[in-house]
């Protein structure tokens, strides 16, 4: 990871202007300086399996593509099983040794990820990495079947229930959250992670349930630390996905020209999963380098927010009372 | 608000270093600021008291600490209150290479009359943070069980 100062002096330049990092023109830019960490050896991930929520559409079929390309056996993880089966023959079509497997599973519904995972874990024995990829911008105000405001539950109690269940399958391997860089504009709410109060506005709603997954970023990474599994969050830049079209229509008529493809948005995602040996845990990334998670201080989160918002989420996704292990434990 | 976080490997395993840092008693050891730690209620769960006396800048105060987290063996979270200070300890302890890796921040803010030590405090803090951790990295590295 070591690159030559003037090198890591453009690439932070970039990062910090936002617009020439985030667009393709910053990755263009850093796939082109010195130092840039090398990609993945062919066939790195053969043998070994990925699983990849969102599977169907944007940086989440790009990734299933990337980790295929690897030699990975990929199962994708989708909500609409035609529409999954349309995008894996896809994948087939292009990559014709490519093994993957289609799950039904609704990402924000905590009851269906458990019983998904409980069906996972019986059948895959060892799962090398899960990236964690289905996103939601609800144009209203949505609760999930548990009550918990959509694009929170799909974002960061899915992800954190699925991980907990899989932990044995998971053991030395990876987890990936994928963020946004549109956590940089939101503080952390842990005071209202339902988004009950003020005006509901999509894009709020999907910083914030962003924010907070980087927040709660290294805090998981401990927990999981203890199966040896490596956790990271990334954010992709700006990619011209099928989300950004439906919900953010204004903005990808600006920006559409400097927009990164899938392949770009999910690049990081892919290396992640795939580069030897694994990277620091408990990081969040963008363009294969970690980056801070505040970019202005009017967002730092201090330690009583943190410690409540993790309270809330170990509530939520229903993880083992702290104290339950404690007294349990044998001398 | 002043606060300083600082990373750093053990030899000693999570379950080891959690033990060893969820009894503040032990702060005597580890921390360079902290003449004495007594238990003042409680059995170390949360919700465990104890009265503390910390040499700071040539000034001795008395600080009620609680233990307000525990959650084995990654994260310990305790508060410390008197009149004038109201501060966060935080340690996160992670699985490393055989032992651990710690990360212990220190988050706080101070009332009335105390609020004028602020900026130099903060320029103390990384010369702090750093025999802090120096202490506490050695008495961990010396536990049973570390290797």
Redesign the interface.
């Known amino acids: 990871m070591t690159a030559p100062l003037p090198a890591r002096a453009l690439d932070t330049f970039l990062d910090r202007t936002l617009v020439l990092g985030y667009t393709k023109i910053g990755l263009n830019v850093r796939r082109a300086l010195p130092g840039w960490p090398a990609d993945p050896a062919p066939g790195a991930l053969s043998g070994r399996h990925m699983l990849v929520t969102g599977a169907s559409s944007g940086l989440g079929t790009a990734t299933v593509e990337g980790v295929a390309a690897l030699g990975a056996t990929v199962h994708l993880v989708v909500r609409d099983e035609v529409k999954g089966a349309r995008v894996r023959d896809d994948i087939a079509s292009r990559l014709p040794g490519a093994v993957m497997r289609l799950w039904r599973c609704d990402v924000g519904d905590l009851e269906d990820v458990r019983r998904f995972a409980a069906d996972f874990g019986s059948e895959v024995p060892a799962l090398h990495a899960a990236v964690h990829n289905a996103g939601v911008m609800p144009p209203e105000r949505t609760e999930s079947a548990q009550g918990h405001e959509l694009s929170m539950a799909v974002h960061l109690l899915g992800p954190v229930v699925m991980t907990e269940a899989l932990r044995p399958v998971l053991t030395g391997g990876r987890v990936v959250l994928v963020s946004s860089g549109g956590m940089y504009g939101q503080p952390l709410r842990s005071d209202d992670p339902g988004f009950r109060r003020g005006d509901y506005s999509p894009t709020a709603a999907y910083a914030r349930s962003k924010r907070m997954q980087v927040e709660v970023l ?2 998981l ?3 999981w ?2 199966d ?1 599994i490596t956790t990271a969050a990334m954010h992709p830049g700006w990619a011209d996905t099928p989300g950004v079209r439906e919900s953010l229509p204004r903005f990808r008529a600006v920006t559409r020209p400097l927009l990164r493809d899938d392949a770009q948005g999910a690049d990081t995602s892919v290396w992640l999963s795939a580069t030897q040996p694994a990277p620091p ?2 990081l969040f990334w963008h363009d294969r380098r970690p980056r801070p998670v505040n970019l202005v201080p009017t967002t730092r989160a ?3 927010a943190r ?1 409540q918002a ?1 309270g809330w989420l170990t509530e939520a996704a229903g993880l083992e009372h ?2 339950a ?2 007294e349990t ?1 044998e001398h | 608000m002043p606060t300083v976080s600082r990373t750093f490997t053990t030899t000693a395993p999570p379950e080891v270093v959690f033990d060893y840092l969820a009894d503040f008693t032990n702060a005597e050891e580890w921390d360079p600021g902290t003449k004495s730690c007594e238990r003042t209620s409680g059995a170390g769960g949360v919700g465990t008291t104890y009265r503390n006396v910390s040499s700071f800048l040539g000034r001795e105060a008395v600080i009620t600490y609680t233990t307000v987290e525990l959650e084995h063996p990654t994260r310990i979270r305790l508060t410390g209150r008197n009149e004038q200070f109201h501060g966060h300890d935080v340690l996160g302890i992670r699985a490393h290479d055989g032992g651990s890796e710690v990360t212990y921040t220190a988050q706080f803010s101070f009332h009335g009359k105390s609020k004028l030590a602020v900026p130099v405090v903060a320029a103390y803090l990384p010369f702090l943070a750093r025999t802090t951790v120096e202490q506490m990295r050695g008495c961990l590295d010396r536990l049973p069980g570390a290797r």
Do not use: F, N
């Open positions: 290294p805090l990474a401990d927990r630390s203890l040896e845990t408990a201090d330690e009583a410690a993790w702290p104290t292990r404690t434990k």
